[in-house]
Structure formats: structure tokens, C-alpha cells
């Protein structure tokens, strides 16, 4: 049976989008500690970011890497941050968070309480800055 996150890439669960490509794919998080705060998933399912082959590690975060500066350009700040957790999601996934300070990659913050125009604005503005690129 699919986890969650398989079937937010298959599109079988709705999702802001913010880039996708045959392996991998970027979604907002629906909890965001701050506005840009994306998912970055493998579309095969694997628990343990480290559990995934050598390859697939290096092209998520090249991946992840393109879609962080989509984000930056989107919604600047002075870095993006990078956070794996992966303990609520069986599925191996990597954070990107916008910070103008490290208090922004507090996981224990409060969440953003955002519409869905905004989650809209926001998936959208990111995944014209991906393809753009």
C-alpha cells in the first residue's frame, strides 16, 4: 500500500506543487514554519533518506538544490535550510526552509496557519522560479 507522500506524487492526494521531474518531487509542506517551506521527495518509496542508493542520494539533492534556489528567488532570504527528519512520514524526505535566522528551522515553532490562495501564491511563485531555470 502507497504512504502518504506516494500518493501526494502520484497526485492521487492534492498538493501545492512546486517542482517536480521523473525521480523526485517538491511540495509545500502544509505546516510551514514560514512561507516557502518545501518537501522534497523521492517518487519511489523508501523510509530512510539512507536507505536510498548513492545515485539517488546525489540527484535528490542536486534536485533539492535546484528547487532551494528557486525558493531564494521566489521568496528572498539569506539562506535556505535544510533539514531530514523523517520520523512522522515513512517516506524519505528532505526540508527546505527560507531563513533570515536560525530561528526559522525550529521545528517546535508554531506553524503558519496559511489560505489556500496563499499556499496557491506560494507553490506557484516557487514553481515558476524552478522552471525558469
Known sequence: MADIFSKIAAGEIPSYKCA???????????NPLVKGHTLVIPRREVDYIF????????????????????????YP?????????????????????????????IFSNPKLKL????????SGNIYKAFTAE
Open 115 to 122: 489560505s489556500e490562495e496563499e499556499f496557491q501564491e506560494i
Open 51 to 74: 536507505d536510498m542508493t548513492d545515485d539517488e542520494l546525489a540527484e535528490m539533492v542536486v534536485f533539492a538544490k535546484k528547487v532551494a534556489i528557486a525558493i531564494k528567488k521566489a
Open 20 to 30: 517536480e521531474n521523473d525521480k523526485f518531487y517538491a511540495f509545500l509542506d502544509i
Open 77 to 105: 532570504c539569506v539562506k535556505v535550510g535544510v533539514a531530514v527528519l523523517g520520523l512522522e512520514v515513512a517516506h524519505a524526505h528532505i526540508h527546505l526552509v527560507p531563513m533570515n535566522s536560525e530561528k526559522d528551522m
